[in-house]
Each structure stands twice: as structure tokens, then as C-alpha cells.
């Protein structure tokens, strides 16, 4: 391996993190179908969803703990088998209890083994550049909306959602496995016996739990809950806001896509701005715009409100989510970044719970989304308020215990 091999690194976690968040946020797109073909309630089969965060929660957590002793490989390869299986299940789902559990405990369990250690693994490759890899990587789930999502409705319009979640089950096998044999820890992270990653030479020293007791973590931990808190419910009753507001079928799809290419961008520039502006002002500014955008949907009548909405919108959600794990390894270094990213993405998988639930609800209750949307705002902008008490980062301040 040479070290434009980082850059194969990059590429496989990009793909990783497109067919695991994109088959797992493809709900959104089967949601209508199911309830009418099933006469399962919207809140009943959004709970699901629910389940993926709590689950992806716990399970990033675990995995990033694993990747810390044994590396990235054993983990994402476990993911792989299991998300295709959980989609294969969930496709055959006789009942709302069934299906909850195989799509919302396995698929939640299977996606959080992509990104935390994938992530985890592409800080410890880069020195330099390293927002703009990370955002890369996560990249891949910007452009899950631009495949995954028109895929599932196409397949969905062709034959049915089982033919389809079926479908989009066996793809993530063909793409996803061969994709591990790619995945390698860097040379001057591998240990000689057991394959786990060697202490970086930038690691504070700190253990697990002086690390998660931090100031640093806990702002951290806080800001990245109220993030996804925020936007979760928005992005997942997307479709289903749209077309209730009038627009058709295939062209609230489009929305949903619209989001997934404005973050792609989002994510290349925040990275790039990052990297030379600092971290804490990007992301601060990013959470503040999500929240004013959020807002801003309540106005939104008509196909062309909506796109130029979603644009914002896609590009500040995509843009700031993957500072999270760079101010991660900046603040505590890289010997325990999976276990500390892992339980950063719990708190952040606990916020994307709420959501999609809470949409259902308010859509059951009321028949409008409009107080999801105000909510979510307000959480917004108090993500923006919490982002502003970031200490110092250990390049100008040594890490201070509580």
C-alpha cells in the first residue's frame, strides 16, 4: 500500500455509507405504498425508523468500541451481510410487529457498522485534508437520494414495495461485499499481532471515560443530538409533506434528490471551509442556516419552492454532519475514535429517533405537518446556540477534565 491508497479508502466508505444510509432512508419512499397496500398507520411503520436511530445509537457505540480493538474490516463485513438479510426479511414482513423488527432493529443494527468505523478509519489515514475526506466519505450519503431513493420508487412503480425492498436487499449484498475486501487499516496504524490500530501520535492519552465525561464531549454529544433532532423529521416526511402540499408523486421524489445532491456539494464545501477557516466557525453558522431553512418550508406551495429550499437545505445538513467526527479526533485523538465517535453518533442516533415518529404523529393527529416543521426549527437554531460553548481545540488549549 502507497499513500494514495487513502484515497481507495475514501472511495469504499463513500460507497459504503450510500447503500447502507441510502437502502435504511429509503422508508421514506415506501412509506405511502406500504400504508395503502398494508393499512399499517403512517406513525406504525415510521416508528421503524424510530427503531433504525435507537438501534443505530447502541450499535454505533458497539461497533466503534470493536473497531478499536480489531480494526474495520470484521465490522463493516458483519454490516454487509446483515443489512442484506434485514432488507430480505423486512420484503416478506406479514405483520407491522415483524417488519418493525427486521427493518427497524436490523437494518439500524447493520447501517451503524458503516459509519462510525469508516469513518474513524479515514481520520486515521489523513493528516492533512482530513474535514475534506471525512466529508467525502459521508458524501456517499448525499448521493443516496440521487440513487437509492428514484431507484426504490421505480421499482415500486414497476412491480410493488415487497419486489422492491426485496430488490434493493440482494443490491446492497453485490455492491457491499466485495467493497470490504478494499478496506484496510493504514501502515502506521496496524499492529504487528492482532491487526488493531496502534495509539496515534496525536492521541491526548485520555481513557474512555475521561473522554466522556469532557466538557468537550458533552457539547459535542449535545450539538450533535440537536442537529438530527432537527432535521430527521423534515428530511424523512419530506416526500410525504410535498405531496401533500400538491406536488406529484415522482416530483416530491425529486425533492428528496434534489436534498442528496445540494449535500454532496454541501459536504465539499464545508469540508474545504473547515479546513481553512477552522471547524466551530463552519459548523456553527451551518446549524444556524438549517434552522432558518427549516422554517422557511412552512412557506413552501409550490415544485419550485421546494427545490430551491431543498438546495439549502440538503447543502447545510450534508455540510455540517461530518465535522462531528473531525472535531472528535482533533479534541481526543485516535486511539479511542471509534468509541467516542460511536457514542457521539448514539446521542446523534437518539436525536434522528425522534423525527420521524413525531412527524407520523402530528400527521395522524392534526392531518398537517406544520408543527413538525416549527419544532424542528426551534431544536435547529438551539443546536446553533449549544455549538457556540465548543472549547477551544486542543491545538490551542490543552483538554480540560470536568
Same mark, same amino acid.
Given at each position: ?21 441510502? &437502502? ?7 412509506? @405511502? ?17 424510530? +427503531? ?27 454490516? &454487509? ?8 426479511? &423486512?420484503?416478506?414482513? !406479514? ?13 439500524? +443494527? ?18 492533512? !485534508? ?17 440513487? %437509492? ?20 436487499? =440482494?443490491? &446492497? ?27 496515534? !501520535? ?6 474512555? /471515560? ?9 457539547? +459535542? ?17 419530506? =416526500? ?5 402540499? /400538491?406536488?406529484?408523486? *415522482? ?7 434534489? @436534498? ?43 415544485? @419550485? ?5 431543498? =438546495? ?6 450534508? $455540510? =455540517? ?8 479526533? @482533533? ?20 436525536? *434522528? ?7 407520523? *404523529? ?11 416543521? %416549527? ?6 437554531? $438551539? ?20
Amino acid at each position: 500500500m502507497n499513500h494514495s491508497y487513502r484515497w481507495v479508502i475514501v472511495a469504499a466508505g463513500a460507497l459504503m455509507t450510500c447503500v447502507a444510509l441510502g &437502502a435504511m432512508f429509503s422508508l421514506a419512499i415506501f412509506l @405511502e405504498p406500504m400504508s395503502l397496500d398494508s393499512q399499517w398507520s403512517r406513525a406504525g411503520i415510521s416508528s421503524a425508523m424510530t +427503531l433504525n436511530f435507537l438501534v443505530m445509537g447502541v450499535g454505533g457505540f458497539a461497533w466503534g468500541s470493536i473497531y478499536d480493538r480489531v480494526g474495520a474490516r470484521p465490522v463493516v463485513l458483519a454490516g &454487509a451481510v446483515l443489512l442484506g438479510l434485514a432488507l430480505v426479511v &423486512a420484503s416478506r414482513a !406479514n405483520s407491522l410487529l415483524v417488519f418493525q423488527l427486521s427493518y427497524g432493529v436490523i437494518v439500524g +443494527l447493520a447501517a451503524s457498522a458503516f459509519f462510525a468505523p469508516m469513518i474513524a478509519l479515514t481520520t486515521a489515514w489523513f493528516d492533512t !485534508n482530513r474535514s475534506l475526506a471525512v466529508s467525502l466519505v459521508s458524501a456517499g450519503m448525499g448521493v443516496a437520494p440521487m440513487t %437509492i431513493s428514484p431507484f426504490a420508487r421505480w421499482l415500486i412503480s414497476a412491480y410493488d414495495w415487497r419486489t422492491a425492498m426485496f430488490d434493493i436487499g =440482494v443490491m &446492497a449484498w453485490v455492491l457491499l461485499l466485495p467493497a470490504v475486501l478494499l478496506v484496510r487499516q493504514p501502515p502506521a496504524a496496524t499492529a504487528a499481532s492482532d491487526g488493531a490500530p496502534r495509539p496515534a !501520535n496525536d492521541d491526548p492519552g485520555m481513557s474512555v /471515560g475521561l473522554a466522556l465525561r469532557s466538557p468537550q464531549f458533552l457539547i +459535542l454529544g449535545l450539538t450533535f443530538f440537536a442537529c438530527c433532532a432537527a432535521h430527521s423529521g423534515p428530511i424523512f416526511h419530506m =416526500v410525504s409533506y410535498a405531496m401533500a402540499c /400538491g406536488v406529484a408523486p *415522482m416530483a416530491a421524489v425529486s425533492i428528496y434528490s434534489v @436534498e442528496g445532491l445540494a449535500g454532496l456539494g454541501g459536504r465539499l464545501l464545508y469540508g474545504v471551509l473547515a479546513d481553512r477557516l477552522g471547524v466551530k466557525p463552519v459548523l456553527v453558522t451551518g446549524l444556524a442556516i438549517q434552522g432558518l431553512v427549516i422554517a422557511a418550508y412552512l412557506g413552501a406551495g409550490r415544485l @419550485e419552492h421546494f427545490y430551491i429550499l431543498a =438546495v439549502i437545505f440538503g447543502a447545510t445538513y450534508g $455540510g =455540517v454532519m461530518p465535522l462531528y467526527a473531525v472535531l472528535a479526533r @482533533e479534541y481526543f485523538g485516535g486511539r479511542i475514535i471509534g468509541t467516542v465517535l460511536g457514542a457521539a453518533t448514539m446521542l446523534s442516533s437518539l436525536g *434522528m429517533s425522534f423525527g420521524p415518529l413525531a412527524g407520523g *404523529m402530528i400527521y395522524d393527529a392534526y392531518a398537517s405537518y406544520s408543527w413538525l416543521f %416549527i419544532g424542528s426549527a426551534l431544536v435547529g437554531l $438551539g443546536a446553533a446556540g449549544i455549538a457556540i460553548a465548543f472549547p477551544p481545540q486542543p491545538s490551542r488549549q490543552r483538554l480540560q477534565m470536568a
